[in-house]
Structure formats: C-alpha cells, structure tokens
C-alpha cells in the first residue's frame, strides 16, 4: 500500500543537496538571486536529536510493539537515522489483532463516562508535557515549531470535546415505535470492536492520536499503522494515553511498509481509517468492500482560495501565507490555488509576495522559524518538478522557486507562480510542498466554476469584508469545508462540526457526531406491549387492515414522526 502521503517519507531524506544536483531546482527567484528568505536564528543551547531521541525514550516508546525485522526513522533536518524501529510481518499484525480483540470487550464494558475520563486526563497531561512532543513532531516532520503546535491544539480540542460530549452521543435514544405507547423503540449505539487506521506522516500526531480518540472512547480497540517515518510521535501519544488510563493492549502500533503492513491492517479490521492520497484510498475501500466492513477516507485536495473584489487586501495576504505554506504547505486542507478578482490582484500580489519573501526558515527546535522542511526526498522531488516543468512552459516565479540546501537537505522556499496554465501539472496535481499558483479572474461565477472544477473537493477559502456576500460564495463552492476569511483553521478547529472531502477527496467525516458515530454500529431494540403487529381480539385480516390503515391516517393528522 504505497501512498504519495503516507509513505512519501519512508526512505531516508538522503544526504544535502547541492547546486546542480538532483533534488534542487535551478530556477532563479524574482531578485535574480539565490534563497530570499531568511534563516531564522537558532537559540544558544538549542535542544539537538540527540537530545530528545535518548535510547532511553526508545525503549520506553516501543515497549509492546512488536516486529520480526528491523526498520528505521530518519531527521528531515539533516537526514540522519533517529531510531532503529521493528518491523511488523504480516504474522505480526495477525497477533497485534488477536490481543485488540481479547482486550476490547472489557474496555467497551466500562461506562462511557469512564472512557471519556480517559481522554480528559490525556487532555491535560498533553498540555503539560507538550514540549517533548513538539520535539518529536519537529524532528520526524522537519516542520516550524508553530505549526507543530497546531497539532497540539487540534487534539487537545478533540479530546476535551470528545471527553465531554460523548455520553450525549452515545447515549441511548428513544423513539416513536410502529404503534405509538404500544411500540417502545430505544436506539443503542454498539462498537464496532477493532479499528484498523493507517495514518499519514505529515501531522504524526493530529492524524493518528487525533482520529483515534472517538473510536476508543466509543468502546473500540485500535490496530494503528503510522507511517514509519513518524513513528515516535504516534508511539508518545500511545504511551501518554495509557498514562491517562487506557489499557496498553487496547491500543495496538504496527510499523513497516505501506505495500506489507497496510492491506494486513484493512484485512483483519472491523471498520477502516485511512487518511492519505486518493490512489492509495481507493485500494482501502476496495479492501473494505471485499469484507463488507466501513471505510472513512480523507483523501487529496487542490484547494482553492478566493479574494472576492471587496476582500480587505491586507488581511487576505496575511491569511494566504498562513494558509499556503504552513507545514511546509504538506496538509492536506492547504490552499495551492489562489483566485484574486483583478481589481485588487495587484495590490494582493505585492502584499502577498512582500509577506512570503519576508518569511523566516529555520531547523532547530525552538519557535522563530515562519516554516521548516519538507519532510522527504519525494517530497522535494515532486515540488522541484512542478516549478521547473511550469517554469519552462512559461509561468513566473513572482517568489522562492528554490531550494535551500544551506539550510538543510530537504529545504525550498515557500514559492509564488503566476501565469500557470494547463497542462502544467502544478495547475491540476497535488504538489504537497510550499507551492502556490496564482490565477485572476472578472466573474464570479466564472471563479466557481473554475474552483469546482476538479475531481477535489476538501477544503477552500474565501476572502470578502461582507459576512453575506461571503458566505452566497462559499455556499457555491463544492468542498467539505469552506472558510470564510480564513484558510483552514476555522473550519478544522470548529470540531462540533463535521470535516471531510466530497468528490475524489473521500468518505466520511472527522469530528462532531459523524466523527464518533462511525465507530459505531445502531442497534435498534423495540418492545411491543399490549397488541401484536398484526390481528388480535378477533379481528379478521380485513379490519384489521382497516384499523391500521384508519390508525396510519390519526399519526398523519398527529404529524407523528
């Protein structure tokens, strides 16, 4: 099970590039020279791998993850091993199976009360200790400290809310039954026992740890497989969960390839998490439907951003750097296509471009830096193709267009083109990377149609100083999301609400009650009293006919539902 994002970071970042090498893009930046963007400082005494990656934590991360072979981590920031790591067979996950199995009948005996207790207390004990997992995140993702925290954030709102809110979710719901008084129906809400997630490598906690928390606390065990590039940081956030109270084997790590260990994963499952690319989910969901099991896929995206001609400028180009090259632009919800109305195009594009020069790339483990790395040489391969085949067919590079080795292996500025056009394929692929096109337009439906027109729709942006003048427009666009004078945050933080992809962008939904709900089968139990459904205190076939259908027409009156 090979995947663009869930694997693109399996073999080792490599050695700095140079000049002239593969992996480093020749094209020159709008100021003729070499790297524009500043390096941020990095603080005296500042934290190194060695530092973190102690064998000690090794030891105590791994501890009941099991593995016949041997598999190792690597440091985007240099391209140095960090952990030797084993790696599952498919005999492996078999067992990994076996015990989530024996143990998730217990765990889902507890009340719900109880299994959420166990996410606020992981809540807490998050926020204490976020600095060792900041550390991680930097170390196998190669991203800013900043946005690393945005993981942080993301799955401590999951669980507060999830802690809190899941007895309401869960709880058992009553209905009108067939016969009103006479029919008593409760609606249950059942686990569906072993969760099988595969989780991606670009946010190693959020997309693990985060998807987790409303299978475990529904009453599910979970089989997870992150990528093993991340593996530390999923294997921190198994080890802080067990901490907070969950039982070590209800919650089971399998490391190895994707192509090995992912379709072992989807084989033994009860139901199927998968986030990453849309070639790779297909597979998943064919496995899935092969076992008639559930399947909730988040998938790719070439998200859009649209600045509407009454947008506030300013604002709008502060919010596109956030928007665009957080993590290095490698999230999925980042928006790689803007569309700015012509009359404000210029002035957006200068406070914009003025904005992305002025960003400042670090690799140390301390907050300063405005972006990191790139996390793989796939990565870096992918972004360095998309500029240099646009740039020879003729789109500019208003900023960046580089990459940065001087920095580190896997550095490339955070990159504005304009002037791109099919078949350029910056301009309809994913590129994952720090990389952004620009395309002007008059109409407003002429823009919607531009946006909707491609197999994505994850997530996009809208920029206008009128509340309902936005919001006409976002109601246009066919995405799962859509922000409204923000990139993404808004919308991801907002986890009361669903999140996820239409079109080639996926199945299902994160958070909200469609979040916890998929981990979990309806089980409808009624009870009739009194009469039976069907003749009774000697009634024929023909009133009894009647007096149903004479009942049918009362609960119509009644607007019984």
Not at 515 to 532: C, D, F, M, N, S
Request: one cysteine or more; hydrophobic letters at 40%; a neutral charge.
């Amino acid at each position: 099970m090979t995947d663009s994002k869930a694997s693109a970071a399996t073999a080792s970042p490599g050695t700095p590039s140079t000049p002239g090498t593969p992996g480093t893009s020749s094209t020159p930046s709008a100021s003729g020279a070499r790297g524009t963007n500043p390096v941020a400082a990095a603080p005296a005494g500042a934290r190194t791998a060695a530092d973190v990656v102690t064998p000690e934590v090794v030891v105590r991360l791994l501890r009941g993850v099991v593995g016949s072979g041997r598999t190792a981590n690597h440091n985007p920031f240099t391209g140095e091993k960090l952990a030797d790591l084993p790696e599952a067979t498919p005999e492996d996950v078999a067992s990994a199976y076996a015990r989530a199995r024996a143990a998730q009948p217990a765990w889902e005996a507890l009340s719900v009360r109880q299994r959420a207790a166990v996410l606020l207390r992981f809540h807490d004990l998050l926020l204490a200790r976020q600095s060792e997992v900041l550390d991680l995140v930097q170390l196998e993702t190669g991203k800013a400290r900043l946005h690393a925290h945005e993981e942080v954030q993301a799955v401590a709102v999951a669980a507060r809310h999830y802690g809190l809110k899941s007895p309401s979710y869960l709880r058992p719901k009553r209905h009108i039954g067939a016969l009103p008084v006479l029919t008593k129906v409760t609606e249950l809400r059942r686990a569906r026992g072993v969760v099988g997630q595969v989780a991606p490598w670009n946010y190693p906690l959020e997309l693990t740890i985060g998807d987790a928390l409303p299978a475990f606390v529904a009453g599910n065990a979970v089989v997870m497989k992150p990528d093993t590039e991340t593996a530390l940081t999923a294997l921190w956030a198994r080890d802080l969960m067990i901490e907070a109270g969950l039982p070590a084997e209800v919650f089971q790590v399998v490391l190895g390839e994707g192509p090995v260990v992912g379709p072992e994963v989807v084989r033994h499952a009860d139901y199927v998490s998968f986030t990453g690319s849309t070639r790779t989910g297909r597979e998943v969901a064919r496995g899935a439907a092969d076992r008639l099991i559930g399947v909730s896929l988040e998938l790719g995206g070439k998200n859009a951003m649209i600045v509407l001609a009454d947008a506030d400028v300013e604002k709008a180009a502060a919010g596109a750097v956030r928007s665009c090259f957080s993590s290095a632009g490698q999230l999925c919800i980042s928006i790689e296509r803007l569309y700015v109305h012509e009359s404000v195009a210029d002035a957006f594009v200068e406070r914009f471009a003025a904005r992305t020069r002025a960003m400042r790339l670090g690799n140390s483990l301390a907050y300063g830096a405005d972006m990191g790395s790139l996390a793989g040489e796939r990565q870096l391969e992918t972004v360095t193709r998309h500029v240099d085949e646009a740039v020879a067919k003729g789109a500019t590079v208003v900023t960046g267009g580089v990459a940065r080795p001087d920095i580190g292996p896997l550095f490339y500025e955070p990159t504005i083109l304009d002037g791109v056009e099919p078949p350029m394929a910056v301009c309809t692929e994913e590129t994952f990377g720090p990389v952004v096109s620009l395309y002007r337009f008059r109409d407003e439906d002429e823009v919607i149609d531009r946006v909707n027109g491609t197999p994505y729709g994850l997530n996009a942006s809208v920029w206008s100083a009128d509340a309902r003048h936005g919001h006409a427009v976002a109601a246009r666009v066919r995405s799962g999301t859509v922000n409204i004078n923000e990139g993404y945050a808004a919308a991801y933080g907002s986890v009361r609400a669903p999140m996820g992809g239409m079109k080639d962008s996926g199945l299902g939904r994160r958070h909200g009650s469609e979040g916890i709900l998929k981990y979990t089968e309806a089980q409808t139990i009624a009870h009739q009293r009194v009469l039976p459904m069907g003749p009774a205190f000697g009634m024929d076939d023909e009133r009894y006919a009647a007096f149903m259908s004479s009942s049918l027409k009362v609960m119509r009156t009644l607007r019984l539902r």
